[in-house]
C-alpha cells in the first residue's frame, strides 16, 4: 500500500513564510489563517504523492557528472517524475541539480517538488523560488508577482507545467558539460543571458560557445542533442511538455526498459488489491532478502516511530544550524502603533531561506527497536487467536498495562501494534473480528482513520459513491454550512487551513446531499471533524465514515422534524441518571435542571462539540466498539466528574458550569461509562425510535458487526418477552428504566424452558445480582410469583413521610441497596410510583418491570412458595 | 470556492463530447472555466449525475475530459508565458530593472545569496551571558553585578546627603532673606536669591548625574570585558586568573537602610491568586493574579531583603535570554523623555543600578523616538500614496489632523517599548500612551488604551513575555473622580477585554500558559480591593479546586 523505507533516510528542511502585514479580517470578519497555516493545509495532499521518482525528502547521493547514456537516462527518469506531477496539477519551479537525487541504485529521485504548491505558487513566503541559473526565460519575463493586499490576490497564472522542462534542460546541459553554467555572472547577469537567448538561433550551441565546450557538443549522441534543444527551446509554446518529451524518440531506446508505474490500490477501493500481486515460481526468493526489518516498513510508519523515539524535527534543524533563534528580548519591537503595525526591527536574518536539506538520523530509532524480534514485523493471524495479540517480548506485555496516553508514546509498543493493526487491516473485511478484539485493547494514533472506518464497516466503491455526489451545485444549506466552518475546531492547524474549510465544505454537502431525507443541523460540523481530520487525504472515505457512524448512534437525530426523537432520546437519559446516580438525580430534577437545556449538543455531536480532537480520538476508540446506548453512559460518566459541583451549586451556577463546560479527564471518563454500561440492563435503554436493526442489515452490512462489551441486545431479543412501545409522555413521566422480562430473567439467571437454550452457564458468583420486588398485595404474590422476590406491597411499603415501613422486607431491600432492584407489579403505574419513592430515599440502579407480571406468567418461570412452617 | 471571487482571468470555454447510442448521436457541451480550480473526478462525477449519462461512455467521459483540460491548460500557461517574453522583448519591461528585482528579492531572502553577516556585538554578548548565567560562574557574575550596584548605591547616598545639605543651607537662607523682606529687601531681591538657588540645585544635580553616568559607563565596559575574559577563561581553564570568586562587598548603606526601614513596602501589598482553564473545546490554563502595589515595585531592588536581592537577580538574570520574560505596562503621556510624573519615577529607579546589557534608557527613548519620525514619515507616504488613488475626503481630514500635532509625540493606544537587565522583576517594558480620556468613566473595548493592550498582548505572544503585569484601572494613581463604581466599571471592562485577548492569544502561538498580573494602586482601599477579587472570577471562569481525595 504504501511505499517501504528500504535503504532510504528522512531529511528535512526549513523556510519561513511570510507574516501577514498585520491585523487584518477577511471577507467574513474573521482574522485571515496566518500564511504558514495555509502551506500546512495544502502540504496534506503531497504525502498522498507517491512515486518511485519523487521521494519524501529523503537525502542521499547527488549526482554531476556521467556517461550520455547515464545522461539520457537520468532525464527520462527525472521526465516521469515531472510528468506524475503534472498528472497531480504541480509544478516544481525548483528544479536543480540539488533537487534531482539518486538513490542507492542510481535511480532519480526528485525532492522538493511541493515547494511552489504549498506556498500557493510563491505567494506565502518572502523569497522566490527556484535557482537563478535555471530559471525559464518564460519565469524571470513574468517577474516576482506579490499580491500586495492579502485580502484580494489578483494575479496572473503561475508558472506552468514547461518551465520545469526548461530548468531540466539545463541540468542535462550542465551533465553534459561537465560544467556549471553562468557560474561567473551575478544573478542579474544570469537572469539577462538567459532573457537575451530569445534572439539566438541554437541555444545549445552558443552557450556551449560561451562557455568554451563546443566540443563536448559536437561529441554528444545524436538523440541527447536533439533532447537538449528540445528541452532548452526559448518559446514556450514551441517547448514540449514531459509527457511529449516521455514518448520523443531520443528515448525509442531507452523507454521499453522501464515498466510504466501504477499506484497499488488503496485500502477501501474498489479495485481488486491483490490484482497485482504475483508471486515468484520459486517463493524462497521472497524469503532471501535478509534486510533489516525496519526497512520493510513504509516512510509513514517509520517517521511517526522516530517521532515517538524522541525525533524533533525542530530540535534536529537547530543543531544542525539551519534555524538560529536569537533570544526573544533581541529582537522586541521599538514602537507599536495603534493598529498594531511594529517598527524598529530590520529584516531578521535568521528568516533567510536555508535550504539545505538536513538527513535526520535514524540511529537512535534503529537503537531502540534493536531488540524486537523479527517475528513481531509479521505477526501470524491464524484463526488460533490465543497467540495473536501479544507475540512480542514480555516487555510489551507489561507495557499494556500502562495508561493509554504512555501507551501511545511507546516505540516498541507502538510497532507491535502498528505492524498487527496494517497486516489486520489488509485482510479487512475478512479479519474483522479480530480487529474489533484488537481495537477494545487500543488504536493505535497513525492508523487510526482506517480503523475507525473498520469498525463501522465501511466497504464497497466508496471513491465512487463520493465522485459521483454533487458537491458543486448551490443548496440552501450552504449558507449555514459555510458560517458554521470557520467556528469549527478551528485551534486545530489541519482543519483551520484553507484547504481544511474546503474539504469540510464538500463533505458536508455530500452527505447533505446524499441524505435526502435528512437535513443539517448545526452540530454535524463537529461531527465531521475527527473523520476528516483523521482521512484529510481521503475525503471520501471520511464521508463514508460519517455515513456509517450516523445511523448507527444518531439515526434519525438529523430529521427536519427530529423533536420526537431527541425528547425520547433525552427522557431515557434522565431516566439512565436516576439508575445510576439517583442522589444526582434528585438533585437535578430538584432545582429543574434537566438534560433538555445541556445535553442536546453532547449528544447530537457524539461529544464532537464539547471536547478537543485528541479527547474526542480516546473517547471514540470506545465509542465504536459500544452499541447505540453507549453515549448515555459517557452523559452519565460526565456528570459523575461533575458531581460535586452539581449537588453544591442551584439552577444559576449549573447553566454557567455547562456553558462553559470544565476539563473533563477523558481517560476516567471512558472507564466510568464501560463500568456503568456493564451495569446497565441492556433494554433498560430501549428506544423505540432507534435504528432497528433489520433495516440496518442491508444498508450497510453492520448488523453483523460483531459485539460490544456485552452482545448487542436487538440480537437476542424475543419479540413475547421484548420492550413494549410506550407514549413519550408515559416514558417521561417514569423516573426510572423499564427493564424487559428477557433482561429480568437473564439477570436472575432463571432458566426458561420454553427456551431450549441447554444448560445456562453457572456464574462463579452465586450471589445474586438482582432483587426482585414484588408490589402486589400478599395474596397474589402467594398464588405464585418470580423466584427470589420478596414482596412488599405498594399500599403499604412506605410511611407518610415516604420512608420505608420497617420489616423484614423493608430490611432484604436495605441490604441489597447498590444492586439492581426490579419493582414488579400487576401495572407499570404502581411499579413506576414505588420505583420513584426508591429514588428519592437515594436507591441506586432501580427498575421497573416492562409490563408486569403478566409478563412472566406466560413464562412459566413463577413459583408458589412453600408454606411456612 | 468561490467563484468569480479570488482570482481574476477566467476564462470560460467549452467542452464538448460527442458520443453515439446505438444509431442516434448526442452531443454534450460544458462550459468550463479556466483555470480549473475543482477537482476533475468530481466534476467528471457530476456530469455523469446531471446529465443522465448511460454508464458505457464513462471511461471515456473521464479521458477526454482530462485531455481536454490538460491541453487547454497548457495553452493558457504558454500564452501568458508568452506575452510576459513579448513584453520583455518589445522593450515594455525594462530588463534590467526586472533582472535588477529578482537579485533583490534573492539577496535580501536567501542565505546562499545574502550578504555575509556583520559580526553583532549583542548578540555575542547576550549567547556568552546566557551560557555564563547558567553555569557555576553565575554566583561569581551576580557577585560582582552586586558590588557595582552598592558602588551605584553610595554614591547615589552621597548625592542624597549632599543635596539635603544645600537645601537646609539654602532654606536658612531663604528665611534670613524673608525676614527682611519689605524692610531692606524688595519682592525682586527674593526672586533672585530664589532663582540663584534653583540654579544651585541644577548645577549639584547635573554634576552628580554626570558622574553617575560616568561610573554606570564604566562599570558597563569593565563589566562586559570582564564577562568576555571570564567566558574565554572558562574555555581553556589553565590560565585562569579571573575566576577567583568575588567576595560580596559589605553593604554599609544597606543595612543602615534595614535597620531604619524593616518593613518598607511590604505594608499594604494585597494578593490574591486564581488558575483559569480558556478555550471552548482546547483548553490552556493560565494564571492570574490581582495585586495592590505600585507597579514600580516590579522594578526597584528591595533594600530589605537581605538575601532576597540577590535572589531575584538570579531569576531575572537567568530568564533575561531566555524564552520566558517578564514585561509590565506602563501608563505614560504623549511624550517621550523621563522629565515628570512616573517618567520620572521609571528613570529614576532605573538609574538605581547600572544596565549592563542594554543602552541606558535615555539612549533607548532617542531611538524610539527617531523611530517614532520614521513611522510617521512612512505613514504620510502611504496615505499620501492611497489619497491619489482614490482622491476621498477622507483623507484629506486625516492629513489636518496630522498637520496640527508634533509628528513625534505619540497617540494613544501607541506605545513604545524598552529592554532592561537592571530592574528587580523586570525585562520588557511597555510604555503605553494614553490620555485625559482614561479617567473618564465611559471608555469602551475600542478606546485607544484598550486597543493598545491587546497590542501588547500579541507582542507578548510573538516574543515570549510570559508575565506581564498590567494596571488594571488603566491608572497608576487614584484620584477623586474615581468612585467606587467608576472603579468596579472599568475593571469589568479590563477583565472581560484581556480576558478576550487571552482567547485569541490561543490562536496566536497554540496556547502558551501564561501569567497576567493585574495591578491596582497602592492607595485603593481593602474593601475595594477584595470587590475586585469577587469579580475576577466570575469573569474568568476559576477552575475548581483539585479533589484528591476519591469520589467514592
Not at chain 1, 427456551?755 to 395474596?779: C, F, M, Q, W, Y
Not at chain 2, 502561538?509 to 477584595?530: A, C, H, K
Request: overall charge negative; glycine content about 6%; hydrophobic content about 35%.
Amino acid at each position: 500500500m504504501m511505499a517501504p523505507l528500504r535503504d532510504a533516510g528522512l531529511g528535512a528542511f526549513t523556510f519561513f513564510a511570510s507574516a501577514l502585514p498585520h491585523d487584518v479580517c477577511g471577507s467574513n470578519g474573521l482574522p485571515l489563517t496566518p500564511n504558514s497555516i495555509k502551506i500546512l493545509g495544502r502540504f496534506q495532499i503531497l504525502k498522498t504523492i507517491v512515486h518511485p521518482r519523487l521521494c519524501q525528502y529523503v537525502d542521499i547521493t547527488r549526482g554531476k557528472h556521467g556517461s550520455p547514456v547515464k545522461i539520457l537516462h537520468l532525464a527520462f527518469e527525472a521526465l516521469q517524475g515531472l510528468e506524475y506531477l503534472n498528472r497531480h496539477r504541480i509544478v516544481h519551479r525548483a528544479l536543480s541539480p540539488h533537487s534531482i537525487l539518486l538513490d542507492g541504485e542510481g535511480h532519480v529521485k526528485m525532492a522538493k517538488f511541493g515547494l511552489y504548491y504549498i506556498t500557493d505558487h510563491g505567494a506565502d513566503v518572502d523569497f522566490p523560488i527556484g535557482y537563478p541559473s535555471y530559471l525559464a526565460p518564460e519565469v524571470i519575463a513574468q517577474g516576482i508577482v506579490k499580491p500586495k493586499d492579502p485580502t484580494q490576490c489578483e494575479r496572473p497564472l503561475p508558472s506552468g507545467p514547461k518551465s520545469d522542462v526548461w530548468s531540466l534542460g539545463v541540468i542535462v546541459f550542465e551533465l553534459c558539460m561537465g560544467r556549471k553554467l553562468f557560474q561567473s555572472l551575478d544573478i542579474s547577469e544570469k537572469l539577462k543571458v538567459i532573457l537575451e537567448l530569445g534572439c539566438v538561433d541554437d541555444i545549445v550551441t552558443v552557450l556551449a560557445e560561451e562557455h568554451g565546450c563546443v566540443e563536448v557538443i559536437k561529441s554528444l549522441p545524436g538523440n541527447v542533442l536533439t533532447l537538449l534543444r528540445k528541452c532548452l527551446t526559448y518559446h514556450p509554446s514551441k517547448r514540449p511538455t514531459a509527457s511529449d518529451l516521455l514518448s520523443d524518440s531520443a528515448f525509442a531506446e531507452i523507454s521499453p526498459t522501464y515498466m510504466p508505474y501504477c499506484k497499488p490500490a488503496s485500502l477501501f477501493s474498489s479495485a481488486l488489491r491483490c490484482a497485482d500481486l504475483f508471486l515468484p515460481e520459486d517463493i524462497s526468493l521472497l524469503c532471501k532478502d535478509e534486510g533489516e526489518f525496519l526497512a520493510e516498513r513504509s516512510i509513514e510508519e517509520v517517521y511517526h516511530l522516530w517521532c515517538l523515539a524522541g525525533g524533533d524535527l525542530e530540535k534536529e534543524l537547530i543543531s544542525k544550524g539551519i534555524i538560529k533563534s536569537k533570544p526573544p528580548i533581541c529582537t522586541l519591537p521599538n514602537l507599536l502603533l495603534e493598529d498594531g503595525e511594529s517598527f524598529g526591527r530590520g529584516r531578521d536574518r535568521s528568516s533567510l531561506l536555508d535550504d539545505t536539506t538536513v538527513t535526520l538520523s535514524l540511529c537512535q530509532l534503529r537503537n531502540r527497536l534493536k531488540d524486537v524480534p523479527g517475528e513481531a514485523y509479521y505477526p501470524l493471524l491464524g484463526e488460533d487467536q490465543s497467540n495473536v495479540p501479544h507475540s512480542g517480548s514480555n516487555n510489551e506485555l507489561s507495557t499494556s498495562n500502562l495508561p493509554l496516553i504512555i501507551r501511545e508514546r511507546d516505540t516498541e509498543y507502538q510497532l507491535n501494534r502498528i505492524v498487527l493493526f496494517d497486516r489486520l487491516l489488509k485482510a479487512y473485511p475478512y479479519k474483522k473480528n479480530l480487529i474489533w478484539k484488537e481495537a477494545r485493547v487500543d488504536i493505535p494514533p497513525l492508523l487510526r482513520g482506517l480503523t475507525w472506518a473498520a469498525l463501522l464497516g465501511v466497504e464497497g466503491a466508496i471513491q465512487e459513491k463520493y465522485d459521483s455526489t454533487d458537491k458543486d451545485t448551490p443548496i440552501p444549506t450552504d449558507r449555514q454550512i459555510e458560517v458554521d466552518i470557520p467556528r469549527c475546531h478551528q485551534y486545530d492547524e489541519l482543519l483551520s487551513s484553507p484547504e481544511g474549510h474546503a474539504k469540510f465544505r464538500r463533505v458536508l454537502k455530500a452527505w447533505v446531499v446524499s441524505h435526502p431525507n435528512l437535513v443539517y443541523w448545526q452540530g454535524l460540523d463537529s461531527l465531521c471533524a475527527p473523520f476528516l481530520y483523521l482521512n484529510f487525504n481521503n475525503e471520501a472515505l471520511a464521508y463514508a465514515c460519517m455515513s456509517a457512524f450516523i445511523p448507527k448512534y444518531l439515526y434519525n437525530f438529523f430529521l427536519k422534524d427530529n423533536s420526537h426523537v431527541i425528547q425520547e432520546y433525552l427522557t431515557v437519559f434522565s431516566q439512565m441518571i436516576a439508575f445510576h446516580d439517583p442522589e444526582l438525580s434528585n438533585h437535578l430534577n430538584e432545582i429543574g435542571f434537566i438534560p433538555d437545556l445541556y445535553a442536546i449538543p453532547w449528544f447530537l455531536t457524539m461529544f464532537t462539540h464539547v471536547f478537543p480532537l485528541h479527547k474526542i480520538f480516546h473517547l471514540w476508540d470506545t465509542l465504536l466498539l459500544g452499541n447505540a446506548s453507549f453515549p448515555f453512559c459517557i452523559g452519565v460518566a460526565i456528570l459523575q466528574q461533575l458531581r460535586v459541583r452539581l449537588l453544591a451549586n442551584g439552577f444559576n451556577e449549573c447553566i454557567l458550569l455547562f456553558s462553559d463546560l470544565p476539563e473533563i479527564d477523558i481517560e476516567r471518563c471512558v472507564r466510568e461509562s464501560i463500568n456503568l454500561f456493564c451495569w446497565t440492563p441492556k433494554s433498560a435503554t430501549y428506544r423505540q425510535h432507534a435504528q432497528s436493526l433489520k433495516q440496518g442489515s442491508d444498508s450497510n452490512g453492520m448488523s453483523r458487526s460483531p459485539a460490544s462489551f456485552p452482545t448487542e441486545y436487538q440480537d437476542s431479543t424475543k419479540i413475547d418477552l421484548g420492550r413494549e412501545l410506550i407514549k413519550l409522555s408515559e416514558l417521561k413521566s417514569e423516573v426510572s428504566p423499564r427493564i424487559s422480562a428477557e433482561d429480568l430473567i437473564d439477570l436472575c439467571e432463571l432458566t426458561v424452558p420454553s427456551h431450549a437454550k441447554g444448560p445456562t452457564k453457572k456464574t462463579k458468583s452465586s450471589k445474586p445480582k438482582l432483587l426482585v420486588v414484588d408490589i402486589r398485595n400478599s395474596e397474589d404474590f402467594n398464588r405464585g410469583h418470580i423466584p427470589g422476590s420478596i414482596n412488599m406491597p405498594f399500599g403499604s411499603a412506605f410511611t407518610a413521610d415516604g420512608e420505608l415501613v420497617p420489616g423484614p422486607a423493608s430490611a432484604t431491600l436495605q441490604s441489597f441497596k447498590g444492586k439492581v432492584i426490579v419493582s414488579v407489579g400487576h401495572v407499570s403505574t404502581n411499579a413506576a410510583e414505588f420505583a420513584a419513592h426508591l429514588v428519592k430515599l437515594g436507591y441506586p440502579r432501580v427498575c421497573i418491570l416492562d409490563g408486569g407480571m403478566n409478563k412472566m406468567k406466560p413464562t412459566g418461570l413463577l413459583t408458589v412458595p412453600s408454606p411456612q412452617i | 470556492m468561490k467563484p468569480g471571487k479570488g482570482k481574476p482571468c477566467y476564462t470560460e470555454r467549452d467542452f464538448v463530447y460527442s458520443f453515439h447510442v446505438g444509431s442516434q448521436s448526442f452531443v454534450l457541451a460544458v462550459p468550463l472555466q479556466f483555470p480549473v480550480q475543482e477537482n476533475l473526478d468530481h466534476l467528471h462525477g457530476r456530469l455523469m449525475l446531471l446529465h443522465d449519462l448511460p454508464c458505457f461512455i464513462e471511461q471515456d467521459l473521464k479521458k477526454s475530459l482530462n485531455q481536454f483540460v490538460k491541453e487547454e491548460t497548457i495553452k493558457d500557461f504558454d500564452r501568458e508565458a508568452e506575452q510576459a517574453l513579448e513584453a520583455v522583448n518589445l522593450g515594455q519591461v525594462d530588463v534590467g530593472s526586472l533582472a535588477n528585482t529578482w537579485m533583490t528579492a534573492y539577496t535580501e531572502t536567501t542565505l546562499e545569496h545574502a550578504r555575509p553577516e556583520e559580526p553583532n556585538w549583542d548578540e555575542d554578548f547576550a549567547d556568552i551571558y546566557h551560557d555564563l548565567i547558567h553555569s557555576p560562574a553565575s554566583e561569581t557574575l551576580l557577585n560582582l553585578e552586586h558590588n557595582y550596584f552598592v558602588s551605584i548605591s553610595e554614591l547615589l547616598g552621597e548625592r542624597d546627603v549632599e543635596l539635603k545639605k544645600l537645601r537646609e543651607r539654602q532654606g536658612l537662607e531663604m528665611d534670613k532673606v524673608m525676614q527682611e523682606l519689605g524692610k531692606s529687601l524688595s519682592d525682586h531681591d527674593v526672586n533672585s536669591v530664589a532663582a540663584q538657588h534653583f540654579e544651585f540645585q541644577q548645577m549639584l544635580e547635573n554634576k552628580w548625574s554626570t558622574e553617575l553616568k560616568q561610573l554606570s559607563t564604566i562599570q558597563k565596559q569593565e563589566y562586559q570585558e570582564w564577562v568576555i575574559k571570564l567566558h574565554q577563561d572558562l574555555k581553556n581553564p589553565n590560565n585562569s586568573i579571573i575566576s577567583d570568586e568575588i567576595k560580596v562587598q559589605p553593604n554599609r548603606f544597606q543595612e543602615s537602610a534595614d535597620s531604619s526601614q524593616p518593613l518598607y513596602e511590604e505594608h499594604g501589598q494585597l494578593e490574591e491568586s486564581f488558575t483559569i482553564h480558556l478555550g471552548a473545546q482546547l483548553k490552556t490554563m493560565h494564571n492570574l493574579r490581582l495585586l495592590r502595589a505600585d507597579m514600580l515595585d516590579f522594578c526597584r531592588h528591595k533594600r530589605n531583603h537581605r538575601s532576597g536581592v540577590k535572589l531575584h537577580r538570579l531569576q531575572t538574570a537567568l530568564s533575561l535570554y531566555s524564552t520566558s520574560l517578564c514585561g509590565l505596562v506602563l501608563l505614560v503621556d504623549n511624550r517621550i523623555n523621563s522629565y515628570s510624573g512616573i517618567k520620572r519615577d521609571f528613570a529614576t529607579v532605573g538609574q538605581e543600578c547600572t544596565d549592563f546589557h542594554f543602552p541606558q534608557l535615555q539612549v533607548q527613548l532617542d531611538v524610539v523616538q527617531q523611530v517614532v519620525l520614521y513611522a510617521r514619515a512612512q505613514r504620510n507616504q502611504k496615505a499620501k500614496h492611497q489619497q491619489e488613488t482614490t482622491n476621498g475626503s477622507e483623507g484629506r481630514s486625516d492629513k489636518v489632523k496630522n498637520a496640527e500635532r508634533n509628528q513625534s509625540n505619540l497617540l494613544p493606544g501607541e506605545f513604545y517599548v524598552t529592554r532592561h537587565s537592571n530592574l528587580s522583576e523586570t525585562h520588557v517594558v511597555f510604555h503605553l500612551c494614553v490620555d485625559d480620556n482614561v479617567r473618564s468613566g465611559n471608555i469602551t473595548a475600542r478606546d485607544p488604551a484598550i486597543m493598545g493592550l491587546r497590542n501588547i498582548l500579541k507582542v507578548c505572544c510573538t516574543h515570549d513575555v510570559t508575565t506581564i503585569n498590567i494596571p488594571l484601572l488603566l491608572v497608576h494613581e487614584m484620584s477623586e473622580e474615581m468612585t467606587i463604581p467608576w472603579c468596579l466599571k472599568r475593571a469589568e471592562l479590563v477583565f472581560k477585554c484581556v480576558k478576550g485577548f487571552m482567547m485569541e492569544m490561543v490562536s496566536w502561538d497554540g496556547g502558551v500558559s501564561r501569567t497576567v498580573q493585574f495591578l491596582v494602586p497602592q492607595n485603593i482601599s481593602e474593601e475595594m480591593f477584595y470587590q475586585l477579587s469577587n469579580m475576577l472570577p466570575q469573569i474568568f471562569r476559576v477552575s475548581s479546586t483539585l479533589t484528591l481525595t476519591s469520589k467514592r
